[in-house]
């Protein structure tokens, strides 16, 4: 199992970006995909994540109502949409999959790629 992500960039505030995850190996039927963030020195940071068969949508208080979760299964792709970015929102982002329900402890994740940076100037 591989996930790939990418479509981090620099951008300034109230600006836009797409991230993308892309998974190889086996099936994603049952495999919830998740984001997660990571600024240097603090926590790792749940952002939002998605069952992949089912569409069930968590997440983060600090994103809600301005990122959009979704998934392409033909492309076993999941994106992030990430609309009205704020300066906070700088981090190295992070896609993960797990067996089972959607969750937001990352310690639960099996699978992570590598990261992508999102740099939002003020």
């Known amino acids: 199992v591989q996930l790939q992500a990418c479509g981090g960039g620099l951008v300034q505030a109230g600006d836009s970006l797409r991230l993308s995850c892309a998974a190889s190996g086996r099936t994603f039927s049952s495999y919830t995909v998740g984001w997660f963030r990571q600024v240097p020195g603090k926590e790792r940071e749940f952002v939002a994540s998605?069952?992949?068969?089912?569409?069930?949508?968590y997440y983060s208080d600090s994103v809600k109502g301005r990122f959009t979760i979704s998934r392409d299964g033909a492309k076993k792709t999941v994106y992030l949409q990430m609309n009205n970015l704020k300066p906070e929102d700088t981090a190295v982002y992070y896609c993960?999959?797990?067996?089972?329900?959607?969750?937001?402890?990352?310690?639960?994740?099996?699978?992570w790629g590598q990261g992508t940076l999102v740099t939002v100037s003020s």
């Open positions: 998605i069952s992949w068969g089912g569409g069930t949508l």
């Open positions: 993960a999959a797990r067996l089972g329900d959607t969750g937001s402890n990352g310690d639960e994740y099996n699978y």
